[in-house]
Protein backbone atom coordinates (compact mmCIF):
# COMPACT_ATOMS: atom_id res chain seq x y z
CA UNK A 1 0.00 0.00 0.00
CA UNK A 2 1.38 3.75 -0.83
CA UNK A 3 -0.13 6.45 1.16
CA UNK A 4 -1.47 8.92 -0.72
CA UNK A 5 -1.94 6.67 -3.35
CA UNK A 6 -0.22 7.69 -6.79
CA UNK A 7 -2.06 7.52 -10.15
CA UNK A 8 -2.06 4.14 -11.19
CA UNK A 9 -1.37 3.48 -15.05
CA UNK A 10 -3.69 0.96 -16.77
CA UNK A 11 -0.80 -1.36 -17.13
CA UNK A 12 0.26 -4.65 -16.02
CA UNK A 13 3.67 -5.59 -15.79
CA UNK A 14 4.33 -8.51 -18.65
CA UNK A 15 4.63 -11.41 -15.89
CA UNK A 16 1.35 -10.45 -14.68
CA UNK A 17 -0.43 -9.66 -18.21
CA UNK A 18 0.21 -9.81 -22.12
CA UNK A 19 2.30 -6.47 -23.00
CA UNK A 20 4.05 -6.32 -26.82
CA UNK A 21 6.45 -3.53 -25.66
CA UNK A 22 6.53 -3.27 -21.95
CA UNK A 23 9.49 -0.53 -22.59
CA UNK A 24 7.14 1.68 -25.00
CA UNK A 25 3.60 1.05 -22.01
CA UNK A 26 5.63 2.21 -19.32
CA UNK A 27 7.11 5.51 -21.48
CA UNK A 28 3.20 6.10 -23.02
CA UNK A 29 1.83 6.00 -18.99
CA UNK A 30 4.66 8.46 -17.90
CA UNK A 31 3.45 10.74 -20.87
CA UNK A 32 -0.16 10.16 -19.41
CA UNK A 33 0.58 10.20 -15.43
CA UNK A 34 3.71 12.21 -14.86
CA UNK A 35 6.81 10.70 -12.81
CA UNK A 36 4.98 8.68 -10.63
CA UNK A 37 2.80 5.89 -10.80
CA UNK A 38 1.97 2.66 -10.19
CA UNK A 39 1.29 0.02 -12.74
CA UNK A 40 -2.49 -1.56 -12.55
CA UNK A 41 -1.88 -4.04 -9.45
CA UNK A 42 -0.76 -0.90 -7.51
CA UNK A 43 2.25 -3.56 -6.29
CA UNK A 44 4.89 -1.42 -8.43
CA UNK A 45 5.69 2.02 -7.69
CA UNK A 46 7.62 3.47 -10.47
CA UNK A 47 9.63 6.77 -10.11
CA UNK A 48 11.19 8.94 -13.10
CA UNK A 49 11.87 12.61 -11.11
CA UNK A 50 15.54 13.76 -10.62
CA UNK A 51 14.42 13.48 -6.93
CA UNK A 52 12.67 10.26 -7.11
CA UNK A 53 15.17 8.57 -9.35
CA UNK A 54 18.03 10.09 -7.04
CA UNK A 55 15.79 8.62 -3.72
CA UNK A 56 15.78 5.15 -5.65
CA UNK A 57 19.21 4.39 -5.74
CA UNK A 58 19.57 6.03 -2.58
CA UNK A 59 17.34 3.00 -0.83
CA UNK A 60 19.29 0.82 1.64
CA UNK A 61 19.53 -3.10 1.29
CA UNK A 62 17.88 -3.76 4.61
CA UNK A 63 14.81 -1.39 3.82
CA UNK A 64 14.26 -2.37 -0.29
CA UNK A 65 15.99 -4.71 -1.39
CA UNK A 66 17.79 -5.29 -4.65
CA UNK A 67 18.49 -8.73 -3.80
CA UNK A 68 15.33 -9.65 -2.69
CA UNK A 69 13.57 -8.28 -6.10
CA UNK A 70 16.15 -9.99 -8.62
CA UNK A 71 15.87 -13.39 -7.06
CA UNK A 72 11.89 -13.28 -7.21
CA UNK A 73 12.59 -12.00 -10.96
CA UNK A 74 14.98 -14.56 -11.83
CA UNK A 75 13.08 -17.60 -10.23
CA UNK A 76 10.40 -17.13 -13.04
CA UNK A 77 12.81 -18.30 -15.05
CA UNK A 78 15.70 -21.03 -13.03
CA UNK A 79 15.10 -23.89 -10.58
CA UNK A 80 14.85 -22.70 -7.04
CA UNK A 81 17.55 -25.04 -6.03
CA UNK A 82 20.37 -23.01 -7.35
CA UNK A 83 19.52 -20.20 -5.14
CA UNK A 84 20.08 -22.54 -1.76
CA UNK A 85 22.99 -22.68 0.02
CA UNK A 86 25.39 -20.38 -2.73
CA UNK A 87 28.56 -19.95 -1.01
CA UNK A 88 30.24 -17.78 -3.33
CA UNK A 89 28.40 -14.73 -5.18
CA UNK A 90 29.05 -12.86 -8.18
CA UNK A 91 29.91 -9.71 -6.58
CA UNK A 92 32.51 -11.70 -4.62
CA UNK A 93 34.86 -12.63 -7.86
CA UNK A 94 35.94 -8.81 -9.06
CA UNK A 95 38.29 -7.72 -6.95
CA UNK A 96 40.67 -5.69 -7.73
CA UNK A 97 43.72 -8.26 -8.31
CA UNK A 98 41.20 -10.52 -10.10
CA UNK A 99 40.84 -8.08 -13.59
CA UNK A 100 44.50 -9.52 -14.45
CA UNK A 101 43.17 -13.16 -14.21
CA UNK A 102 40.59 -12.25 -16.46
CA UNK A 103 42.01 -10.51 -18.95
CA UNK A 104 44.60 -13.27 -19.29
CA UNK A 105 41.55 -15.46 -20.28
CA UNK A 106 39.96 -13.01 -22.65
CA UNK A 107 43.15 -12.68 -24.88
CA UNK A 108 43.48 -16.91 -24.45
CA UNK A 109 39.47 -16.73 -25.67
CA UNK A 110 40.42 -14.28 -28.50
CA UNK A 111 43.31 -16.77 -29.49
CA UNK A 112 40.25 -19.80 -29.66
CA UNK A 113 37.81 -17.73 -31.25
CA UNK A 114 39.97 -17.06 -33.83
CA UNK A 115 41.19 -20.35 -34.87
CA UNK A 116 37.29 -21.80 -34.89
CA UNK A 117 36.27 -18.57 -37.19
CA UNK A 118 39.40 -19.14 -39.69
CA UNK A 119 40.45 -16.92 -42.46
CA UNK A 120 37.22 -15.92 -43.83
CA UNK A 121 33.54 -16.04 -43.05
CA UNK A 122 30.42 -14.99 -41.99
CA UNK A 123 29.15 -14.85 -38.26
CA UNK A 124 26.21 -13.20 -36.62
CA UNK A 125 27.45 -10.70 -34.00
CA UNK A 126 25.62 -11.57 -31.02
CA UNK A 127 25.96 -15.35 -32.05
CA UNK A 128 29.89 -14.58 -31.71
CA UNK A 129 29.82 -12.34 -28.76
CA UNK A 130 27.75 -14.39 -26.86
CA UNK A 131 29.91 -17.52 -27.00
CA UNK A 132 32.60 -15.32 -26.60
CA UNK A 133 30.90 -14.46 -23.19
CA UNK A 134 30.55 -18.14 -22.24
CA UNK A 135 34.29 -18.90 -23.28
CA UNK A 136 35.78 -15.56 -20.94
CA UNK A 137 33.38 -16.45 -17.94
CA UNK A 138 34.06 -20.47 -18.08
CA UNK A 139 37.52 -19.96 -18.14
CA UNK A 140 37.87 -17.59 -15.75
CA UNK A 141 35.73 -19.25 -12.83
CA UNK A 142 35.65 -22.70 -13.96
CA UNK A 143 39.05 -23.49 -15.67
CA UNK A 144 39.70 -23.23 -19.13
CA UNK A 145 39.34 -27.11 -19.46
CA UNK A 146 35.13 -25.60 -19.82
CA UNK A 147 35.90 -23.46 -22.26
CA UNK A 148 36.95 -25.32 -24.72
CA UNK A 149 36.11 -28.61 -27.21
CA UNK A 150 33.16 -31.25 -25.99
CA UNK A 151 32.48 -29.79 -22.46
CA UNK A 152 32.27 -26.47 -23.59
CA UNK A 153 29.65 -27.40 -26.17
CA UNK A 154 27.78 -29.10 -23.59
CA UNK A 155 28.12 -26.36 -21.39
CA UNK A 156 26.70 -24.01 -23.99
CA UNK A 157 24.23 -25.48 -24.53
CA UNK A 158 22.96 -25.77 -21.06
CA UNK A 159 23.86 -22.60 -20.00
CA UNK A 160 21.65 -21.18 -23.02
CA UNK A 161 18.60 -23.62 -21.97
CA UNK A 162 19.12 -22.10 -18.30
CA UNK A 163 19.11 -18.68 -19.03
CA UNK A 164 17.97 -16.44 -16.23
CA UNK A 165 18.10 -13.20 -18.36
CA UNK A 166 15.19 -14.67 -20.25
CA UNK A 167 13.07 -14.18 -17.35
CA UNK A 168 13.34 -10.37 -18.31
CA UNK A 169 14.16 -10.96 -22.04
CA UNK A 170 11.24 -12.68 -22.39
CA UNK A 171 8.58 -12.48 -19.51
CA UNK A 172 5.72 -13.30 -22.18
CA UNK A 173 7.24 -16.67 -22.52
CA UNK A 174 7.46 -17.28 -17.94
CA UNK A 175 3.75 -18.31 -17.62
CA UNK A 176 4.97 -21.60 -19.96
CA UNK A 177 7.71 -22.73 -18.04
CA UNK A 178 5.75 -22.28 -14.98
CA UNK A 179 3.55 -24.51 -16.23
CA UNK A 180 6.17 -26.86 -17.34
CA UNK A 181 7.32 -26.28 -13.90
CA UNK A 182 10.81 -25.85 -15.26
CA UNK A 183 11.34 -28.81 -16.59
CA UNK A 184 13.61 -28.17 -19.31
CA UNK A 185 15.34 -25.85 -17.03
CA UNK A 186 15.92 -28.73 -14.77
CA UNK A 187 17.38 -31.23 -17.39
CA UNK A 188 19.86 -27.94 -18.22
CA UNK A 189 21.34 -27.73 -14.54
CA UNK A 190 21.43 -31.07 -13.72
CA UNK A 191 23.75 -31.05 -16.96
CA UNK A 192 25.76 -28.11 -16.13
CA UNK A 193 26.11 -29.49 -12.80
CA UNK A 194 27.81 -32.69 -13.75
CA UNK A 195 29.71 -31.19 -16.30
CA UNK A 196 31.24 -28.69 -13.74
CA UNK A 197 31.22 -31.19 -11.05
CA UNK A 198 33.62 -33.28 -13.33
CA UNK A 199 35.62 -30.60 -13.60
CA UNK A 200 36.36 -30.45 -10.18
CA UNK A 201 36.71 -34.05 -9.88
CA UNK A 202 39.70 -33.10 -12.22
CA UNK A 203 41.13 -29.86 -10.68
CA UNK A 204 41.57 -31.82 -7.16
CA UNK A 205 45.16 -32.68 -6.47
CA UNK A 206 46.34 -29.45 -9.13
CA UNK A 207 45.02 -26.38 -6.94
CA UNK A 208 46.13 -22.98 -7.70
CA UNK A 209 44.98 -19.50 -6.47
CA UNK A 210 42.40 -19.12 -9.60
CA UNK A 211 38.61 -17.89 -9.43
CA UNK A 212 37.63 -21.69 -9.90
CA UNK A 213 40.07 -22.83 -7.20
CA UNK A 214 38.60 -20.07 -4.76
CA UNK A 215 34.98 -21.57 -5.19
CA UNK A 216 35.76 -24.73 -5.21
CA UNK A 217 37.78 -24.37 -1.30
CA UNK A 218 34.96 -22.90 0.09
CA UNK A 219 33.51 -26.26 0.29
CA UNK A 220 36.62 -27.83 1.03
CA UNK A 221 34.59 -28.49 4.68
CA UNK A 222 31.73 -30.78 2.71
CA UNK A 223 31.57 -34.39 2.15
CA UNK A 224 33.28 -35.10 -1.51
CA UNK A 225 29.68 -35.68 -2.92
CA UNK A 226 28.48 -32.33 -1.73
CA UNK A 227 31.39 -30.62 -2.23
CA UNK A 228 31.66 -31.61 -6.35
CA UNK A 229 28.10 -30.55 -6.48
CA UNK A 230 27.62 -27.54 -4.39
CA UNK A 231 30.67 -25.50 -5.95
CA UNK A 232 29.37 -26.83 -9.68
CA UNK A 233 26.33 -24.89 -8.61
CA UNK A 234 28.14 -21.58 -7.72
CA UNK A 235 29.81 -21.82 -10.55
CA UNK A 236 26.45 -21.38 -12.45
CA UNK A 237 24.94 -18.85 -10.88
CA UNK A 238 28.29 -16.94 -11.44
CA UNK A 239 27.78 -17.64 -15.21
CA UNK A 240 24.39 -16.84 -15.13
CA UNK A 241 25.18 -13.56 -13.83
CA UNK A 242 27.20 -13.12 -16.17
CA UNK A 243 25.22 -13.53 -19.53
CA UNK A 244 22.47 -10.78 -18.50
CA UNK A 245 24.97 -8.09 -20.23
CA UNK A 246 28.38 -8.37 -21.52
CA UNK A 247 27.54 -10.17 -24.35
CA UNK A 248 25.08 -7.42 -25.23
CA UNK A 249 27.16 -4.59 -24.39
CA UNK A 250 29.53 -6.25 -26.51
CA UNK A 251 27.29 -6.71 -29.72
CA UNK A 252 25.86 -3.24 -29.65
CA UNK A 253 29.31 -2.06 -29.65
CA UNK A 254 30.20 -3.87 -32.52
CA UNK A 255 27.08 -3.07 -34.11
CA UNK A 256 27.22 1.15 -33.88
CA UNK A 257 31.47 0.94 -34.58
CA UNK A 258 30.14 -0.55 -37.98
CA UNK A 259 27.89 1.91 -38.78
CA UNK A 260 30.23 4.53 -37.95
CA UNK A 261 33.88 2.74 -40.14
CA UNK A 262 35.60 6.03 -39.22
CA UNK A 263 35.58 5.71 -35.67
CA UNK A 264 36.00 1.54 -35.74
CA UNK A 265 39.38 2.64 -38.28
CA UNK A 266 40.50 5.17 -35.14
CA UNK A 267 39.56 2.29 -32.52
CA UNK A 268 41.52 -0.30 -35.10
CA UNK A 269 44.63 1.95 -34.67
CA UNK A 270 44.18 1.53 -31.10
CA UNK A 271 42.74 4.25 -29.34
CA UNK A 272 41.79 2.58 -25.95
CA UNK A 273 40.11 5.64 -24.83
CA UNK A 274 37.59 6.43 -27.41
CA UNK A 275 36.67 2.43 -27.79
CA UNK A 276 36.24 2.30 -23.59
CA UNK A 277 33.77 5.65 -24.74
CA UNK A 278 31.89 3.97 -27.48
CA UNK A 279 31.33 0.87 -25.35
CA UNK A 280 29.62 3.07 -22.74
CA UNK A 281 27.58 4.96 -25.08
CA UNK A 282 26.38 1.67 -27.09
CA UNK A 283 25.71 0.18 -23.30
CA UNK A 284 24.16 3.62 -22.28
CA UNK A 285 21.97 3.65 -25.35
CA UNK A 286 20.59 0.44 -25.96
CA UNK A 287 19.97 -0.18 -21.73
CA UNK A 288 16.15 -1.57 -21.14
CA UNK A 289 16.70 -2.37 -17.51
CA UNK A 290 14.22 -2.10 -15.03
CA UNK A 291 15.81 -1.70 -11.73
CA UNK A 292 13.70 -3.30 -8.75
CA UNK A 293 13.97 -2.83 -5.23
CA UNK A 294 11.52 -5.02 -3.40
CA UNK A 295 10.49 -3.15 0.35
CA UNK A 296 10.80 -4.94 3.39
CA UNK A 297 10.13 -2.30 5.90
CA UNK A 298 7.90 1.03 6.19
CA UNK A 299 9.74 3.74 4.15
CA UNK A 300 9.07 7.21 3.14
CA UNK A 301 10.31 8.54 -0.30
CA UNK A 302 9.84 11.56 -1.29
CA UNK A 303 9.96 12.73 -5.45
CA UNK A 304 10.21 16.44 -5.42
CA UNK A 305 6.59 16.68 -5.12
CA UNK A 306 4.95 14.34 -2.73
CA UNK A 307 5.94 12.42 0.18
CA UNK A 308 5.07 8.58 -0.15
CA UNK A 309 4.49 6.41 3.31
CA UNK A 310 5.39 2.70 1.30
CA UNK A 311 4.46 -0.23 2.85
CA UNK A 312 6.22 -3.81 2.31
CA UNK A 313 4.95 -5.79 -0.47
CA UNK A 314 5.30 -2.91 -2.93
CA UNK A 315 8.29 -2.83 -5.39
CA UNK A 316 9.81 0.32 -6.22
CA UNK A 317 11.05 0.74 -10.16
CA UNK A 318 12.47 2.74 -12.38
CA UNK A 319 13.26 2.11 -16.06
CA UNK A 320 16.34 2.82 -17.50
CA UNK A 321 15.50 3.48 -21.38
CA UNK A 322 13.13 6.40 -20.05
CA UNK A 323 15.95 8.37 -18.65
CA UNK A 324 19.22 7.62 -20.30
CA UNK A 325 18.17 9.01 -23.38
CA UNK A 326 15.85 12.00 -22.49
CA UNK A 327 17.56 13.51 -19.57
CA UNK A 328 19.43 16.29 -21.36
CA UNK A 329 19.57 17.76 -25.02
CA UNK A 330 21.57 15.47 -27.27
CA UNK A 331 21.63 11.98 -24.93
CA UNK A 332 19.07 10.66 -27.67
CA UNK A 333 21.61 10.02 -30.12
CA UNK A 334 24.46 7.64 -30.11
CA UNK A 335 27.53 9.95 -29.49
CA UNK A 336 31.14 8.49 -27.68
CA UNK A 337 31.76 11.97 -27.03
CA UNK A 338 29.09 12.03 -23.86
CA UNK A 339 31.73 10.54 -21.89
CA UNK A 340 34.78 11.67 -20.32
CA UNK A 341 36.38 8.73 -18.98
CA UNK A 342 34.11 6.82 -17.04
CA UNK A 343 31.66 10.14 -15.87
CA UNK A 344 29.39 11.86 -18.26
CA UNK A 345 31.47 15.05 -19.67
CA UNK A 346 28.59 17.17 -18.78
CA UNK A 347 26.80 16.23 -15.72
CA UNK A 348 25.60 19.91 -14.90
CA UNK A 349 23.25 19.61 -17.79
CA UNK A 350 21.31 16.67 -16.05
CA UNK A 351 18.98 17.96 -13.15
CA UNK A 352 20.20 14.85 -11.30
CA UNK A 353 23.55 12.20 -12.18
CA UNK A 354 21.46 9.54 -11.36
CA UNK A 355 19.57 10.09 -14.39
CA UNK A 356 22.18 8.65 -16.75
CA UNK A 357 23.85 5.33 -16.44
CA UNK A 358 25.52 2.00 -18.21
CA UNK A 359 26.46 0.16 -15.16
CA UNK A 360 24.55 1.54 -12.09
CA UNK A 361 24.58 4.47 -9.19
CA UNK A 362 24.62 4.29 -5.09
CA UNK A 363 24.60 1.26 -2.90
CA UNK A 364 24.18 -1.30 -6.01
CA UNK A 365 26.68 -0.35 -8.97
CA UNK A 366 28.33 -3.21 -11.10
CA UNK A 367 31.08 -4.88 -9.77
CA UNK A 368 31.93 -6.35 -13.04
CA UNK A 369 32.55 -2.19 -14.82
CA UNK A 370 36.38 -2.05 -15.00
CA UNK A 371 36.48 -5.89 -16.02
CA UNK A 372 33.50 -5.80 -18.67
CA UNK A 373 34.79 -2.42 -20.32
CA UNK A 374 38.31 -3.76 -20.11
CA UNK A 375 36.81 -6.86 -22.12
CA UNK A 376 34.59 -5.28 -24.40
CA UNK A 377 37.52 -2.46 -25.10
CA UNK A 378 39.68 -5.49 -26.27
CA UNK A 379 37.79 -7.63 -28.06
CA UNK A 380 36.32 -5.22 -30.50
CA UNK A 381 39.70 -4.16 -31.21
CA UNK A 382 40.89 -8.11 -31.34
CA UNK A 383 37.95 -8.05 -34.05
CA UNK A 384 39.19 -5.00 -36.42
CA UNK A 385 42.27 -5.71 -35.93
CA UNK A 386 42.31 -9.69 -37.30
CA UNK A 387 39.50 -8.83 -40.11
CA UNK A 388 38.11 -6.83 -42.52
CA UNK A 389 34.78 -6.91 -41.46
CA UNK A 390 31.66 -6.03 -44.09
CA UNK A 391 27.96 -5.37 -42.36
CA UNK A 392 24.94 -6.98 -44.02
CA UNK A 393 22.98 -5.24 -41.91
CA UNK A 394 20.84 -2.11 -42.27
CA UNK A 395 19.06 -1.43 -39.39
CA UNK A 396 19.12 -3.55 -35.87
CA UNK A 397 15.84 -3.21 -33.44
CA UNK A 398 15.99 -4.01 -30.01
CA UNK A 399 13.85 -6.74 -29.19
CA UNK A 400 10.45 -5.67 -28.00
CA UNK A 401 9.53 -7.69 -25.35
CA UNK A 402 12.55 -7.01 -23.53
CA UNK A 403 12.74 -5.41 -19.84
CA UNK A 404 15.85 -5.77 -18.32
CA UNK A 405 19.21 -5.57 -18.80
CA UNK A 406 21.22 -4.50 -21.88
CA UNK A 407 18.96 -5.04 -25.31
CA UNK A 408 18.74 -8.42 -27.09
CA UNK A 409 18.52 -7.73 -31.26
CA UNK A 410 15.05 -8.82 -32.87
CA UNK A 411 16.89 -9.00 -35.88
CA UNK A 412 19.88 -10.97 -37.07
CA UNK A 413 23.24 -9.27 -37.73
CA UNK A 414 25.35 -10.65 -40.66
CA UNK A 415 28.54 -9.50 -40.74
CA UNK A 416 31.07 -11.09 -43.64
CA UNK A 417 34.94 -11.63 -42.22
CA UNK A 418 37.91 -11.63 -43.95
CA UNK A 419 41.62 -12.19 -42.21
CA UNK A 420 43.33 -8.55 -42.92
C1 LIG B 1 28.25 -4.70 -20.09
C2 LIG B 1 28.21 -5.41 -18.98
C3 LIG B 1 27.41 -5.07 -17.76
C4 LIG B 1 26.49 -4.06 -17.53
C5 LIG B 1 26.04 -2.96 -18.49
C6 LIG B 1 26.02 -4.22 -16.17
C7 LIG B 1 25.10 -3.38 -15.57
C8 LIG B 1 24.77 -3.42 -14.22
C9 LIG B 1 23.89 -2.48 -13.55
C10 LIG B 1 23.18 -1.30 -14.24
C11 LIG B 1 23.83 -2.83 -12.25
C12 LIG B 1 23.03 -2.12 -11.14
C13 LIG B 1 21.65 -2.73 -10.98
C14 LIG B 1 20.78 -2.09 -9.93
O1 LIG B 1 21.15 -1.06 -9.33
O2 LIG B 1 19.69 -2.62 -9.71
C15 LIG B 1 24.64 -4.03 -12.09
C16 LIG B 1 24.83 -4.71 -10.89
C17 LIG B 1 25.47 -5.93 -10.79
N1 LIG B 1 26.18 -6.58 -11.80
FE1 LIG B 1 26.51 -5.91 -13.66
N2 LIG B 1 26.63 -5.32 -15.62
C18 LIG B 1 27.49 -5.87 -16.54
C19 LIG B 1 28.29 -6.99 -16.38
C20 LIG B 1 28.29 -7.81 -15.28
C21 LIG B 1 29.00 -9.06 -15.20
C22 LIG B 1 29.89 -9.67 -16.27
C23 LIG B 1 28.74 -9.57 -13.97
C24 LIG B 1 29.29 -10.88 -13.45
C25 LIG B 1 28.71 -11.81 -12.90
C26 LIG B 1 27.87 -8.62 -13.27
C27 LIG B 1 27.40 -8.75 -11.97
C28 LIG B 1 26.65 -7.78 -11.29
C29 LIG B 1 26.25 -7.91 -9.89
C30 LIG B 1 26.59 -9.07 -8.95
C31 LIG B 1 25.51 -6.75 -9.57
C32 LIG B 1 24.83 -6.40 -8.23
C33 LIG B 1 25.73 -5.63 -7.32
C34 LIG B 1 25.08 -5.33 -5.96
O3 LIG B 1 23.97 -5.77 -5.71
O4 LIG B 1 25.71 -4.64 -5.16
N3 LIG B 1 27.63 -7.58 -14.11
N4 LIG B 1 25.21 -4.36 -13.30
Known amino acids: MITPAPPAADLPLPWDGAVADPVAALAAARADHGDTFTDVSRRYLFLFSPQGVRAFYALAE ?55 LGPAGRLDVFDHTRRLGHRIGLASWAGRGSADGPRFERLVTALDALDASEAFVHPDLMGEVARSDKARERDALAVATEELARTVDELDG ?16 APADERRVNAALDVVLVHLASMSNLFAGLGWTIVDLLARPDMAEQVRGGDRALAEACALESIRVHQRSIMLRQVLRPIELDDGTQRYAVEPGVTIATLLPLTNL ?42 AQPFSLAAITRAVTDLLERYELVAELTEVRELPSQIGGVARAADPCPVRYTAR
Open 326 to 367: SAAPGLDRWDPSHWNGRRLRDPSDLAAVELVTAFGHGRHPCP
Open 206 to 221: ARGDDLFDRIVARWDD
Open 62 to 116: DVASKGVADVRMLLRKVPDELFAGRRTLPHELFGRDDVGTYLANLDWALEVTARE
